[in-house]
């Protein structure tokens, strides 16, 4: 039983296309997270959702467009793709949006962008 | 905004040997503290969390975790370390609600 899955595991794809990254959590947990992990490892937060609604929205291009269908999905849609896009995207779950919450990752998606 | 060192980015350690991994947060205040771990093949989980009471916390898989508030830190100690610890660790502190900053994290290799 996968907690928090994403797919595709792997997307390459050319300049200027249009990609979707979709994930779902079967924890039951009404916030969601995607994070950009670059080239040197870092994992930075790019976007949170609390029960479909925007809750962290970092400096990011606004061709990076998160969609929440319902409190289980978190879909990641990125517009006119960039070199500098190729990175790998995490999406994480926590129960809620307290302070010190666990949050539990999805085995994440590599994108290249050629 | 925090910012997150970790001063090892590779760590290789015989069987038996003992593990300190340093992680150090820009400026204080109230904080929580995380180490998440990747094992080979695996997703990113929790390893330990601080965010009150007793500064020494312990882990899964007899991991154990300092805050030390005077020195910004939080660094990851086990006694000795498993073939089976070879992971990727990443230190974290949380900014405001659940917005976690990572370092850039420790590949840890232990020969058998």
């Not at chain 1, 930075?44 to 467009?65: A, C, D, G, Q, W």
Request: glycine content about 8%; hydrophobic content about 35%.
């Amino acid at each position: 039983d996968t907690a928090v899955s994403q797919t595709p595991k792997y997307l390459v794809t050319q300049m200027g296309n249009d990609k979707s990254i979709k994930c779902e959590q079967n924890l039951g947990h009404d916030t969601m997270y995607w994070y950009k992990q670059d080239s040197k490892k870092f994992l930075k937060i790019m976007f949170s959702y609390n029960n479909k609604e925007l809750i962290i929205n970092e400096t990011v291009p606004n061709r990076f467009s998160p969609k929440s269908p319902d409190k289980a999905h978190l879909n990641l849609h990125i517009n006119s793709l960039e070199l500098g896009d190729s990175a790998v995207y995490f999406c994480a779950s926590s129960q809620g949006q307290a302070g010190g919450e666990t949050q539990y990752f999805g085995p994440g998606t590599r994108l290249l962008v050629l | 905004a925090q910012s997150v060192s970790q001063h090892n980015h590779h760590v290789i350690l015989s069987e038996a040997a003992s593990l300190e991994l340093g992680c150090n947060y820009s400026y204080g205040g109230t904080v929580n503290l995380f180490w998440y771990v990747q094992y080979p093949g695996q997703h990113l989980q929790l390893l330990l969390k601080y965010f009150s009471g007793d500064p020494l916390v312990k882990g899964i898989k007899g991991f154990e975790a300092e805050f030390i508030k005077s020195k910004f830190s939080f660094n990851l100690r086990k006694p000795s370390v498993q073939w089976s610890d070879t992971a990727e660790y990443f230190c974290a502190v949380e900014e405001y609600g659940n917005k976690l900053v990572f370092g850039a994290g420790t590949i840890l290799r232990v020969k058998s």
